[in-house]
Structure formats: structure tokens, C-alpha cells
């Protein structure tokens, strides 16, 4: 692959199983505390592994992987003989001690401080709490009770600065929450000083996922409160000054992240906003997603498909797809907007080769139209800026440059 395969490279692998099942998971999990299957799933994402070693072999790349993420589901559920054959197995592909970083999601409800002082000793840098509210009621209301004293007693000073960073994600929209309990929640957090934060909508969904029918619609916030929600967190965020990030993360101006908004190098990938070490990223597990260049694939969701393609020595994908010059031209300013809170048209003339002015006629007439006139956006010398209103309209600013978004009729889950 010759220069290529210099390219940073984080490597996402996805573990399925959690030991409890939130009602609010919007994820592809499974619920189990069955050793005997979750060690079947493990034999088998190790022989994935040893899939994409002998690809790179066969191809004589020389990985250059310098990020490692474990999402869920809950990594935390492996035991440590299983983080233990991962860790090793991966050891054959990446020195895992000299990675930019290596991060893990944690459930606080079944982790010890003896188990995060082992990941700490397996190179683990960074681990990330799914908090979503610290109300009492409300954790109850979404079968995942964790009291802030169980979060202090995890992490005292010692247990903290094994770690370059702790993250935790925040949802709102949940079900008893209202404006003043989740004020509450923010104050809670940052007194634990977490150096990265995400504050996410809920998205009620019964109708795909089954379990969210455990939610009482009627205990849910109106719609009207879920902006002054969202905007009550990120101002109390912002006067604690922290870094904002993008749509919706939040870090310390010393973190990686917040050094990198200041240095306006923040990227987005399937895991959300990072530093921008890497673009690209490599999949491994069922629901995984590859994006590396203009290349985009999707692995299986069911486990028994998963297996399936092991057995048969085939990487587990489900479906790709090839961007066009013009969705990677669109890609980098929907990006630019999104990590930058700004697009420098200039910059996009000279990469491409084209003239934004008549490239973007509909698509600068429409933001004058509707965002410049309102002061949510600016344009001065063919740089167009987010103002701080702006920026809690950023995806709809982002979706006038999406042309699938404009041409289908398709039903997005989220804010």
C-alpha cells in the first residue's frame, strides 16, 4: 500500500453483551452473564483479528494503528482472562503500549477498582462512564441505577491519575427528567471534573427497540423542554470552561480534545468527535463500521451471521459503499461545519478544483436566506461562520449541504 499504510488508524471493536439492559439503549446488544457464550463470541473476534493480520500480511501492510477504542455493549463485562486473550491477540497487529490512545466504556454498576487498575496495567488510557443522569428517579425509570457516591468511590485520586482522561456521556429527554433535575445532574458531573463529556438526546423508539416500550411516554419531557435542556448544559459547560466541542461534547482546555479545538484540528468519525490524529478507521465485531478514504463498510448486526463469515474466513460485512467526488466534497465542508463551526470556501476551491460560488449556488442562497438574515451565520470573504446561536442549528445548517438528506424521504433517529 506503499505511503498509505503510514495512515493513522484507529481500530474500533465492538463488544455485544452487557450484564443489564437499559431501557433507554438505542445500541445492538446482548444481554447475557453467560460465560460459557460471551467466551464463544471472544474465540471468535480473535479469529477475526487473526482475519485482518493475515489481510495485512497478504498485502504486506505494515498497520500504522495508533488508537484503540472498545465500545459496546460493555467491554467491562469481558472478565480479565478475556480482556487478557484480547489484549494479546491485538498485541500481534499493534504495540498496544505506545498508542495515542486506548479507550474503553466502563459500567460503573458491575467494575471494581481492582478491575480498573488492571486495564490501567493492559495499557488502557482512557475509560468512559455512561452516566446519562444522576436524578435517583430517573435512573430508576431507566433500569440503570447508579448513585454518584458509587461513581466517587470508583475513582479516588490514585485509581484517576492512572487514566489521561475520564469521559462521561450525559443524556437528556429522558424519562421524570425536567429542566431543574438535570441542571442538578450537570453540577454533579462537574464536580468529578471529567476531562471529556457528551451531552446526547434520547431518542424514543419503541417501535424498533422493543425495550424502550419499559418507558412511559407520559413520563417523558415535552418536546418544547428538550432545547432549553440542552442549552441550560452547554452554557453551564461552557461558563466551567470547558472546550465546546462540536454538536455536543464538551472538554478540558488541557485534554487532547479541547487542545484541539483551540488548534482547530477536531475530526468526526463513527465514535464521535476526537483530536483528528486519525480519519480512519477499521471496524472489528458485529455492528462495526470501516470508513477508510472514500470506503465504507458495514459489518453484520446478528451473531449468528457474525459467526457464519468467520467460519468461512470472510471479513463479516454486510454492505459497503464508494463515495462520488461530490459526496467527498460535500463530506469536507458538512465536516469543516460540524469540527470547525466554520467552512473556509476558499480552501474547498483549491483542494477540489472547483468554484464554491457556483458549485453551492443553492446551497449558499438557501443559508443566506434563512440563517444569514437571523444572524445565526456569517460570511465574510467567502468563509462562512457559525455565531454561537448558530451553532445549536449546526445540523440543520449541516443537512442543506446533504443531498440525500434533500433528494430521500428517510427518517433520521436523533435530534
Not at 488548534?263 to 468526526?268: F, H, I, Q, S
Request: proline share 4%.
Amino acid at each position: 500500500m506503499g505511503d498509505g499504510a503510514k495512515t493513522p488508524i484507529e481500530l474500533y471493536i465492538h463488544i455485544p453483551f452487557c450484564a443489564k439492559l437499559c431501557w433507554y439503549c438505542i445500541c445492538n446488544v446482548k444481554v447475557s452473564n453467560n460465560r460459557q457464550r460471551i467466551q464463544q463470541f471472544v474465540d471468535y473476534l480473535l479469529r477475526e483479528i487473526e482475519l485482518l493480520e493475515r489481510f495485512f500480511e497478504q498485502n504486506s501492510v505494515d498497520p500504522n494503528i495508533t488508537e484503540i477504542h472498545l465500545g459496546g455493549g460493555t467491554p467491562s463485562h469481558l472478565d480479565n482472562k478475556q480482556m487478557d486473550q484480547l489484549v494479546d491477540k491485538l498485541s500481534n497487529i499493534v504495540d498496544v503500549k505506545v498508542l495515542d490512545e486506548f479507550s474503553m466504556e466502563i459500567d460503573p454498576r458491575t467494575t471494581t477498582r481492582e478491575n480498573l487498575h488492571y486495564y490501567s496495567s493492559l495499557g488502557v488510557s482512557r475509560i468512559s462512564f455512561g452516566i446519562q443522569d444522576f436524578d435517583a428517579r430517573v435512573q430508576a425509570a431507566i433500569n440503570r441505577v447508579q448513585p454518584p457516591e458509587m461513581i466517587d468511590d470508583l475513582l479516588p485520586h490514585n485509581i484517576r491519575k492512572e487514566f489521561d482522561g475520564i469521559n462521561f456521556d450525559l443524556l437528556y429527554g429522558l424519562p421524570l427528567q425536567d429542566r431543574e433535575t438535570f441542571r442538578n445532574t450537570v453540577e454533579l458531573v462537574k464536580r468529578f471534573h471529567p476531562e471529556r463529556g457528551t451531552l446526547l438526546k434520547y431518542t424514543h423508539i419503541p417501535d424498533i427497540r422493543k425495550h424502550m416500550k419499559m418507558i412511559e411516554e407520559e413520563d417523558l419531557p415535552s418536546n418544547d423542554q428538550l432545547p432549553l435542556m440542552f442549552v441550560d448544559a452547554v452554557e453551564s459547560f461552557v461558563d466551567y470552561d470547558y472546550e465546546w466541542i462540536g454538536i455536543d461534547n464538551f472538554a478540558k482546555k488541557n485534554d487532547a480534545l479541547g487542545i484541539a479545538a483551540q488548534k482547530r484540528k477536531v475530526w468526526r468519525t463513527f465514535n464521535g468527535f476526537t483530536p483528528g490524529r486519525t480519519h480512519n478507521i477499521i471496524g472489528l465485531g458485529p455492528t462495526t463500521t470501516v470508513n477508510f478514504a472514500n470506503y465504507y463498510f458495514q459489518s453484520v448486526y446478528d451473531l449468528v451471521d457474525y459467526r457464519s463469515a468467520i467460519d468461512m474466513g470472510e471479513f463479516p460485512i454486510h454492505r459497503g459503499y464508494i463515495l462520488s467526488q461530490d459526496e467527498v466534497i460535500r463530506r469536507s465542508v458538512i465536516f469543516e461545519i460540524l469540527c470547525q463551526q466554520q467552512v473556509d470556501f476558499n480552501h474547498i476551491d483549491k483542494i477540489y478544483q472547483i468554484t464554491s460560488s457556483d458549485y453551492f449556488e443553492y446551497e449558499i442562497d438557501c443559508l443566506k436566506k434563512e440563517y444569514l438574515r437571523d444572524g445565526k451565520i456569517t460570511f465574510e470573504n467567502n468563509i462562512m461562520s457559525l455565531t454561537t446561536v448558530g451553532r445549536f442549528l449546526i445540523r440543520s445548517i449541516c443537512r442543506v449541504f446533504d443531498k440525500h438528506h434533500r433528494n430521500r424521504d428517510y427518517k433520521v433517529l436523533g435530534p
